[in-house]
């Protein structure tokens, strides 16, 4: 079983669904315009305090496009003053000025979202002509000023033979880390998924190709680093649904910021306790219980098999034969 902790030391905001470009794989099937049921700035920062106060220490923020919130860089220094901070973002509205303006509110980390390592590859993925050159200048921008940076990719099929490229690429910009992650069955993403999914073996394979340049940090969440985060994590999406996990925004509600706070949902909602105490039906022979593999991943275990305890098959130790390039028929659009 997992450790029973009184508050979430790291929770994940996603401040807005408003977003300049047209992702075709975006998890919250945001739009150019802020969606009216969002948290207003006011919200936010009396949520923030709240968190800070409660005893939260790392606050990742995220959309959307988090730039595009009026009142972000105000929000984001008061929450810096308490709290770690990253800030995920596409990159494209980071220039010089943007990259001394988050520095200067104090943010810890920045991440910044690429598609591939070429100008194509990205672009397809966001529909924005351009939208690559924007993001591989705002690494350069905000590695300039001092801000860590860290460059993530979603994997997938269009993009898996760039990996490498990406990698050699985010070593000469100068950034600290590269995220490789695994694709979930959320949002527009679901629409193509056949088009753009790999089976876990050819995810394996191309992760298991990869040379890490000198003084780069690859993070990947595959085994043996697939674990089951859900007992010190919490999340809150645009709306004020507190939903656990950013990963879980379409199939639970702990409830809403507006008529609870995210340390009552934590102590209390019935489902978040069973997902934190980790009970599963089977966990990974291979990664030991103090590790907090505790059968991996709950959103894609729930995704595919469609129960809480089930096994996460994207663990290679799990996976049963689950073709992950095939989404189950209770997921497809209607």
């Given at each position: 079983?997992?450790?029973?902790?009184?508050?979430?030391?790291?929770?994940?905001?996603?401040?807005?669904?408003?977003?300049?470009?047209?992702?075709?794989?975006?998890?919250?099937?945001?739009?150019?315009?802020?969606?009216?049921?969002?948290?207003?700035?006011?919200?936010?920062?009396?949520?923030?305090?709240?968190?800070?106060?409660?005893?939260?220490?790392?606050?990742?923020?995220?959309?959307?496009?988090?730039?595009?919130?009026?009142?972000?860089?105000?929000?984001?220094?008061?929450?810096?003053?308490?709290?770690?901070?990253?800030?995920?973002?596409?990159?494209?509205?980071?220039?010089?000025?943007?990259?001394?303006?988050?520095?200067?509110?104090?943010?810890?980390?920045?991440?910044?979202?690429?598609?591939?390592?070429?100008?194509?590859?990205?672009?397809?993925?966001?529909?924005?002509?351009?939208?690559?050159?924007?993001?591989?200048?705002?690494?350069?921008?905000?590695?300039?000023?001092?801000?860590?940076?860290?460059?993530?990719?979603?994997?997938?099929?269009?993009?898996?033979?760039?990996?490498?490229?990406?990698?050699?690429?985010?070593?000469?910009?100068?950034?600290?880390?590269?995220?490789?992650?695994?694709?979930?069955?959320?949002?527009?993403?679901?629409?193509?998924?056949?088009?753009?999914?790999?089976?876990?073996?050819?995810?394996?394979?191309?992760?298991?190709?990869?040379?890490?340049?000198?003084?780069?940090?690859?993070?990947?969440?595959?085994?043996?680093?697939?674990?089951?985060?859900?007992?010190?994590?919490?999340?809150?999406?645009?709306?004020?649904?507190?939903?656990?996990?950013?990963?879980?925004?379409?199939?639970?509600?702990?409830?809403?910021?507006?008529?609870?706070?995210?340390?009552?949902?934590?102590?209390?909602?019935?489902?978040?306790?069973?997902?934190?105490?980790?009970?599963?039906?089977?966990?990974?022979?291979?990664?030991?219980?103090?590790?907090?593999?505790?059968?991996?991943?709950?959103?894609?275990?729930?995704?595919?098999?469609?129960?809480w305890t089930a096994p996460d098959p994207f663990d290679v130790t799990l996976n049963?034969?689950?073709?992950?390039?095939?989404?189950?028929?209770?997921?497809?659009?209607?």
């Amino acid at each position: 079983m997992n450790p029973r902790l009184t508050a979430p030391p790291k929770v994940a905001i996603s401040i807005t669904e408003a977003c300049p470009l047209s992702c075709k794989h975006c998890y919250g099937d945001c739009g150019r315009e802020a969606r009216p049921a969002e948290l207003s700035i006011g919200e936010w920062r009396e949520a923030i305090a709240r968190l800070a106060a409660d005893g939260v220490i790392s606050l990742h923020i995220e959309g959307g496009e988090p730039l595009l919130k009026p009142g972000f860089l105000d929000l984001l220094a008061e929450a810096s003053r308490s709290m770690f901070t990253m800030v995920r973002t596409h990159g494209t509205l980071i220039d010089a000025a943007m990259a001394r303006a988050l520095r200067d509110a104090g943010v810890g980390r920045v991440l910044v979202d690429v598609m591939g390592a070429t100008g194509p590859t990205h672009e397809w993925f966001t529909g924005a002509p351009g939208s690559f050159d924007a993001s591989v200048a705002a690494v350069r921008h905000l590695v300039a000023c001092g801000v860590a940076t860290d460059m993530l990719l979603i994997l997938t099929r269009q993009n898996a033979p760039e990996v490498q490229d990406l990698l050699d690429l985010a070593a000469g910009l100068g950034a600290e880390r590269v995220g490789v992650l695994r694709l979930y069955p959320l949002g527009r993403a679901k629409r193509i998924w056949q088009e753009i999914a790999l089976p876990l073996a050819d995810q394996m394979r191309t992760l298991g190709a990869l040379r890490v340049p000198a003084g780069l940090t690859l993070m990947q969440s595959w085994h043996p680093n697939d674990h089951n985060c859900c007992w010190q994590s919490a999340a809150v999406i645009a709306n004020g649904e507190i939903v656990g996990c950013p990963y879980l925004r379409e199939y639970v509600s702990h409830g809403n910021l507006r008529s609870t706070t995210l340390l009552e949902a934590w102590r209390t909602a019935p489902l978040w306790q069973v997902l934190r105490a980790g009970a599963v039906e089977r966990s990974c022979p291979d990664c030991s219980a103090a590790e907090g593999s505790h059968g991996g991943c709950r959103a894609t275990a729930y995704a595919w098999h469609g129960r809480w305890t089930a096994p996460d098959p994207f663990d290679v130790t799990l996976n049963d034969g689950v073709d992950l390039s095939v989404l189950p028929d209770r997921l497809l659009p209607a």
